[in-house]
């Protein structure tokens, strides 16, 4: 123990020995500015349990591109419209690599993720490209049509079976459950949890929840990657236990599937055969277990947590603003009249529904930093230098915060959306839930299809309410930063069939 207290030491006062020198190197960087960074530590001690919050603070004082020393590593933060596109348009090829956590690093995951791979890996693009061509383009979810259909039923249901029981919906777990059933079924052909079952389903989000938070938190090895192998936080311990529970359910899936190919079983013609079948133009090969195990975790965990994410801070919004709740019931009963369920179809008429999740986006986007980009070369910004290694973080959350741009930020006021026309799609930097450019995520129109579709047929179909004990202080909005933004206090709600 004491050799390693030594240890501790001596690496610490090596790391002050540089960080000195690299700042004094830096001051004749071009930097741009940003707050005087304290020995050792830098700017860390600013950033509290909910760094996004924190950076727009400190962006408030030191402007929309700002640079931090966290530790040893020297941060650029966008935090307006104008400078997220200078790094996520402007500037994308030179700064579209990834700052990799070192928490990510368990189990070679970053190795084989299409969220961390380098843009300009051949791995990366082939996996980009199955993914958009084959799971995410128009006409697959056009083909999954029926199989959204079917699973917004089962939600239904399942709404409707706790309303007659008088019990309360926890919203994020049913809407959790039924996206991660879509995906399932679209992967794997088959539900890898049951609605009704709060133990199978519950736990399955645990463990994904689990993931996105330890990986999202902050991480000494991070800011001081000279102590990465000694894992002083055990975040990568941590993670790769959880990743050993979830390839253990994908190696599952995989081996049937491989023992039905065997028994020359009839194909599933799911994305997991697509992807047994791949072989890669240029070298002939296919994609190895790691691999498809990696690419699993990155479909389910993105795919599932940040819908779920944000159907319920929607309807945690509406149910503190019940004239926005009025609203958007109206609008759906003058739409769909006496037709019961939600087609997807009827999305395009709903104005004021699509505001609704607009403005959730804007006040609560799924990945408040999106994911840390890192500049492949010195590249100059703005008339600053963002160096080669520096990390490069673009702050969703401050942007919706923007008084330049939004009048009173702090409030849900979906109206603001009716007298503007934006989108989500990367094109407004006003409002990127899903980020821009090569890095953007894959998913969003499987995304932007499920959140309206969950969240419409919620609000069509039921009435609610809170529960008596919450009614009395509101609904608890506090946030559990992760590099999900959810809930801290999953939301319960009474329905009551229409």
Same mark, same amino acid.
């Given at each position: 123990?004491?050799?390693?207290?030594?240890? !501790?030491?001596?690496?610490?006062?090596?790391? &002050?020995?540089?960080?000195?020198?690299?700042?004094?190197?830096?001051?004749?960087?071009?930097?741009?500015?940003?707050?005087?960074?304290?020995?050792?530590?830098?700017?860390?001690?600013?950033?509290?349990?909910?760094?996004?919050?924190?950076?727009?603070?400190?962006?408030?004082?030191?402007?929309?591109?700002?640079?931090?020393?966290?530790?040893?590593?020297?941060?650029?933060?966008?935090?307006?419209?104008?400078?997220?596109?200078?790094?996520?348009?402007?500037?994308?090829?030179?700064?579209?690599?990834?700052?990799?956590?070192?928490?990510?690093?368990?189990?070679?995951?970053?190795?084989?993720?299409?969220?961390?791979?380098?843009?300009?890996?051949?791995?990366?693009?082939?996996?980009?490209?199955?993914? $958009?061509? *084959?799971?995410?383009?128009?006409?697959?979810?056009?083909?999954?049509?029926?199989?959204?259909?079917?699973?917004?039923?089962?939600?239904?249901?399942?709404?409707?079976?706790?309303?007659?029981?008088?019990?309360?919906?926890?919203?994020? =777990?049913?809407?959790? !459950?039924?996206?991660?059933?879509?995906?399932?079924?679209?992967?794997?052909?088959?539900?890898?949890?049951?609605?009704?079952?709060?133990?199978?389903?519950?736990?399955?989000?645990? /463990?994904?929840?689990?993931?996105?938070?330890?990986?999202? /938190?902050? %991480?000494?090895?991070?800011?001081?990657?000279?102590?990465?192998?000694?894992?002083?936080?055990?975040? =990568?311990?941590?993670?790769?236990?959880?990743?050993?529970?979830?390839?253990?359910? #994908?190696?599952?899936?995989?081996?049937?599937?491989?023992?039905?190919?065997?028994?020359?079983?009839?194909?599933?013609?799911?994305?997991?055969?697509?992807?047994?079948?791949?072989?890669?133009?240029?070298?002939?090969?296919?994609?190895?277990?790691?691999?498809?195990?990696?690419? #699993?975790?990155?479909?389910? &965990?993105?795919?599932?947590?940040?819908?779920?994410?944000?159907?319920?801070?929607?309807?945690?919004? +509406?149910?503190? %603003?019940?004239? &926005?709740?009025?609203? $958007?019931?109206? *609008? +759906?009963?003058?739409?769909?009249?006496?037709?019961?369920?939600?087609? *997807?179809?009827?999305?395009?008429?709903?104005?004021?529904?699509?505001?609704?999740?607009?403005?959730?986006?804007?006040?609560?986007?799924?990945?408040?930093?999106?994911?840390?980009?890192?500049?492949?070369?010195?590249?100059?910004?703005?008339?600053? !230098?963002?160096?080669?290694?520096?990390? /490069?973080? /673009?702050?969703?959350?401050?942007?919706?915060?923007?008084?330049?741009?939004?009048?009173?930020?702090?409030?849900?006021?979906?109206?603001?959306? +009716?007298?503007?026309?934006?989108?989500?799609?990367?094109?407004?930097?006003? +409002?990127?839930?899903?980020?821009?450019?090569?890095?953007?995520?894959?998913?969003?129109?499987?995304?932007? =299809?499920?959140?309206?579709?969950?969240?419409?047929?919620?609000?069509?179909? #039921?009435?609610? =309410?809170?529960?008596?004990?919450?009614?009395?202080?509101?609904?608890?909005?506090?946030? %559990?930063?992760?590099?999900?933004?959810?809930?801290?206090?999953?939301?319960?709600?009474?329905?009551?069939?229409?």
């Amino acid at each position: 123990m004491e050799l390693l207290v030594y240890a !501790t030491c001596a690496i610490l006062a090596a790391v &002050s020995s540089l960080y000195l020198l690299r700042l004094i190197a830096g001051s004749h960087r071009n930097l741009p500015p940003g707050p005087r960074p304290l020995p050792l530590v830098g700017s860390l001690l600013d950033l509290g349990a909910h760094p996004h919050r924190s950076l727009a603070r400190l962006a408030s004082r030191h402007g929309p591109l700002m640079a931090l020393r966290l530790g040893a590593v020297t941060t650029v933060v966008a935090s307006s419209a104008d400078a997220a596109r200078d790094v996520l348009q402007r500037h994308d090829a030179a700064l579209s690599a990834r700052s990799v956590p070192d928490a990510a690093r368990a189990r070679a995951y970053d190795e084989h993720s299409v969220g961390w791979l380098p843009p300009g890996s051949p791995r990366w693009r082939a996996l980009r490209k199955v993914c $958009s061509a *084959e799971l995410f383009a128009p006409r697959r979810l056009d083909a999954h049509q029926p199989l959204r259909r079917d699973k917004v039923r089962r939600l239904a249901s399942h709404v409707a079976r706790l309303a007659r029981e008088g019990a309360p919906v926890d919203v994020g =777990r049913a809407a959790f !459950t039924t996206v991660l059933n879509l995906l399932s079924c679209a992967i794997f052909s088959a539900d890898l949890a049951d609605l009704d079952d709060r133990g199978a389903s519950g736990a399955f989000k645990g /463990v994904i929840e689990e993931f996105t938070v330890a990986v999202g /938190v902050p %991480n000494v090895a991070d800011f001081f990657p000279v102590l990465a192998p000694l894992d002083p936080q055990r975040l =990568r311990a941590r993670i790769g236990r959880v990743f050993d529970k979830l390839h253990a359910i #994908f190696d599952e899936q995989i081996e049937r599937r491989v023992q039905e190919r065997v028994a020359w079983e009839p194909p599933k013609n799911d994305f997991l055969d697509l992807l047994l079948d791949y072989r890669g133009a240029e070298d002939g090969r296919g994609f190895g277990r790691q691999t498809l195990l990696s690419l #699993f975790t990155d479909l389910f &965990s993105a795919g599932s947590d940040t819908s779920a994410a944000t159907v319920e801070w929607a309807m945690a919004e +509406l149910l503190q %603003n019940p004239s &926005s709740m009025a609203k $958007s019931r109206d *609008e +759906l009963a003058q739409v769909m009249g006496a037709k019961q369920e939600i087609e *997807e179809s009827d999305i395009g008429k709903l104005k004021y529904l699509q505001a609704v999740v607009k403005e959730t986006f804007r006040l609560h986007p799924p990945a408040p930093l999106l994911l840390p980009r890192q500049a492949e070369a010195a590249t100059e910004v703005r008339g600053y !230098t963002v160096p080669r290694g520096a990390r /490069v973080l /673009v702050n969703l959350w401050a942007i919706g915060q923007d008084p330049e741009l939004w009048a009173e930020p702090e409030k849900f006021m979906p109206e603001r959306f +009716l007298e503007k026309e934006m989108d989500f799609r990367g094109k407004d930097f006003e +409002l990127l839930p899903f980020g821009s450019g090569r890095r953007m995520c894959p998913g969003m129109p499987l995304a932007d =299809r499920m959140v309206h579709l969950m969240l419409a047929t919620l609000l069509h179909r #039921f009435e609610w =309410r809170l529960p008596a004990d919450v009614e009395k202080n509101g609904v608890d909005l506090s946030e %559990n930063f992760g590099t999900i933004l959810g809930l801290a206090t999953p939301l319960q709600a009474i329905a009551k069939p229409i």
